[in-house]
């Protein structure tokens, strides 16, 4: 009687699962090997495939239109990716650094400027009722001991974290050590993936799941080839705001903002802070005058430019773009605006996949119903 039982059959699947979940937290060990190695290579894996999507239109009009093979491609695509990144280490980020070195020793002798300052308004007779009610002395010594520190506190994080710091320059070289290997055989074997499922896996494909392979592919290619042409748009209208300005490296930090306006909310304000270390100290209006410049094009591109360029390509009305980013982002932060989009668009040709075998199959039941009668 307990054998033919639901309640029996289902506490014993209850069970099965309940003890099978114990005997993975038992032995999570045996997989930390894997999930070191998939942490590894997500975030190359994740590089490498956007920029597959960006340069995949490249070779592909270099095969067609000169012939050239898609291995010497590839090659060429990483000579250029490898030179942008030696132009931005050998020019911006020693720029940075000489700056921020400047700005360190210009702050050692931060604070006798403003005790001479306090003290010269302390002096003048419209602050002198004022400088009878407050303590002077006694303020500008706790600035002084709240600046000491701040300093201390910083070169004690400093060393306490070179650890830290030491992690961090070792995930940033094996990221870009993968990066080039992993786009290298994308881009020449990346054609290769879906007519190899289509001849070894999918080869009695009667749902027609290679088109929807194939759709999906489409999705994500318009809508990186889509985020590229925005931030090439920034990029653009960067460059040439830079370069009526007089700033230095205006190529490079507009391709940097190109680059951080992916970012979404949060890229503009990183993309501007080469701009802002390098030209603040000697020019500080032209670095005010910059980073306006730039915040006003960003919310143009934000609230209006980036949602009509990706709604067009993938298909979707700016109004759920702008919707989609404002949700998933209060919810998730940064990481989700950015997967929000080509999410949505993913799942929409999934349950427009899914509805269509349904009404198939509808139509085919309604058929042999059909049949049936007439019979």
């Known amino acids: 009687m307990f054998k033919t039982s639901k309640l029996f059959f289902w506490t014993i699947e209850i069970l099965a699962v309940a003890l099978l979940i114990f005997l993975l937290t038992k032995i999570g060990f045996i997989f930390q090997p894997i999930r070191v190695i998939l942490a590894l290579l997500f975030i190359p894996f994740i590089i490498a495939g956007f920029l597959y999507y960006i340069f995949n239109p490249v070779v592909e009009y270099l095969e067609k239109k000169f012939k050239v093979k898609r291995s010497i491609s590839a090659l060429l695509v990483i000579l250029v990716l490898l030179g942008g990144m030696y132009l931005i280490f050998a020019t911006i980020i020693p720029n940075i650094i000489n700056q921020l070195t400047d700005l360190i020793n210009a702050t050692g002798n931060l604070y006798p400027h403003v005790r001479d300052w306090v003290e010269s308004l302390a002096k003048s007779p419209r602050f002198s009722q004022l400088a009878k009610q407050i303590d002077i002395n006694g303020l500008l010594n706790k600035i002084n001991i709240s600046y000491v520190d701040v300093l201390h506190s910083l070169l004690n994080n400093i060393t306490i974290s ?52 194939e759709t999906m592919n489409n999705t994500i290619s318009r809508y990186i080839s889509g985020v590229a042409l925005d931030a090439l748009l920034v990029f653009v209208v960067v460059f040439i705001g830079y370069t009526i300005l007089g700033i230095p490296y205006a190529f490079l930090f507009a391709l940097f903002a190109g680059f951080t306006n992916l970012i979404p909310y949060a890229g503009p304000y990183i993309g501007v802070l080469p701009m802002i270390f390098t030209v603040v100290f000697d020019r500080p209006w032209t670095a005010v005058i910059a980073t306006a410049y730039v915040l006003i094009l960003q919310q143009i591109d934000g609230n209006v430019v980036y949602p009509k360029i990706i709604g067009s390509a993938i298909k979707v009305h700016p109004v759920t773009v702008m919707v989609l980013m404002l949700i998933s982002g209060s919810l998730y932060g940064i990481l989700g605006m950015i997967i929000a989009v080509p999410t949505y668009s993913l799942v929409k040709e999934i349950v427009k996949f899914i509805n269509g075998l349904y009404r198939n199959h509808q139509k085919q039941k309604k058929s042999k119903i059909i049949d049936g009668n007439m019979l």
């Open 162 to 213: 070179i650890g830290g710091i030491v992690g961090v320059i070792s995930s940033i070289a094996t990221v870009m050590i993968l990066v080039p290997i992993l786009l290298y055989y994308m881009i020449k074997d990346g054609q290769k993936i879906i007519p190899f499922l289509k001849s070894h896996v999918l080869i009695e494909d009667k749902l027609n799941i290679f088109d929807l392979l």
